[in-house]
């Protein structure tokens, strides 16, 4: 049975921080490549960062330089770090493993609000 849940999401000022974390479960989650999408009201899910199992990352443009992506694979664990928020980083924000198990799966996500 595949599962992820998302925590660590919260209300923070502008410029604050907030870390994400996300335990998978029902992946070969060592292996998998592991994504970080979010999703703003009235928008389309977007990708925000991935990780692959040797640790090479991306970045979308938007996040570059303020987000860290890691992961724990003792743990089934990955992680986002948000530094410096801002407004337009306000969203639900989603992990899910690069496995054809989770294709159609999605977790509840975790709110992130940036107030000004």
């Known amino acids: 049975q595949v599962q992820v849940e998302e925590t660590g999401g919260g209300w923070v000022q502008l410029g604050g921080s907030l870390r994400l974390s996300c335990v998978a479960s029902g992946s070969r989650f060592s292996t998998n490549i592991l994504d970080w999408y979010r999703q703003a009201p009235g928008t389309q899910r977007e990708l925000v960062a991935s990780?692959?199992?040797?640790?090479?990352?991306f970045y979308a443009d938007s996040v570059k330089g303020r987000f860290t992506i890691s992961r724990d694979n003792f743990k089934n664990t990955v992680y986002l770090q948000m530094n410096n928020l801002k407004v337009e980083d306000t969203a639900v924000y989603y992990c899910?493993?690069?496995?054809?198990?989770?294709?159609?799966?999605w977790g509840q996500g975790t709110q992130v609000t940036v107030s000004s």
């Open positions: 899910k493993p690069r496995d054809v198990a989770f294709r159609d799966y």
């Open positions: 990780i692959a199992a040797d640790e090479y990352t």
